[in-house]
Nanobody, 120 residues
Framework: VQLQAFGGGSVQAGGSLRLSCAAS????????MAWVRQAPGKEREFVAA????????FYAESVEGRFTISRDNAENTVSLQMSSLKAEDTAVYYC??????????????WGQGTQVTVSS
């Protein structure tokens, strides 16, 4: 499975961005998907995950209520709608896919990352 993340950019605090991740390859739409981020000098951080059907979602406490993860299995895409962005949301965001729905990093496939910069 290959993952391509896009949609990052620069935004002022309080603004919104929408990240998308296109999955390709065999049975790409049969994997649970997630977003993970890593800020400069910090450890990577789980952000959100969504089940194969889209019926189950997990969020990190730091983004709960501000971010929404969704997926379109017909298009093999997963999105992360980010609102009320804060400077501390600045990071490289990675999409990931795997057979298990994990509140962490236990995913088999990873995209290349897309930079999100929030200025205060």
């Amino acid at each position: 499975v290959q993952l391509q993340a896009f949609g990052g950019g620069s935004v002022q605090a309080g603004g919104s961005l929408r990240l998308s991740c296109a999955a390709s390859g065999r049975a790409a739409n049969t994997y649970n998907m997630a977003w993970v981020r890593q800020a400069p000098g910090k450890e990577r951080e789980f952000v959100a995950a969504i089940s194969v059907s889209g019926g189950i979602t997990f969020y990190a406490e730091s983004v709960e209520g501000r971010f929404t993860i969704s997926r379109d299995n017909a298009e093999n895409t997963v999105s992360l709608q980010m609102s009320s962005l804060k400077a501390e949301d600045t990071a490289v965001y990675y999409c990931a896919a795997g057979p298990s729905l994990d509140y962490g990093f236990n995913y088999h496939y990873w995209g290349q990352g897309t930079q999100v910069t929030v200025s205060s």
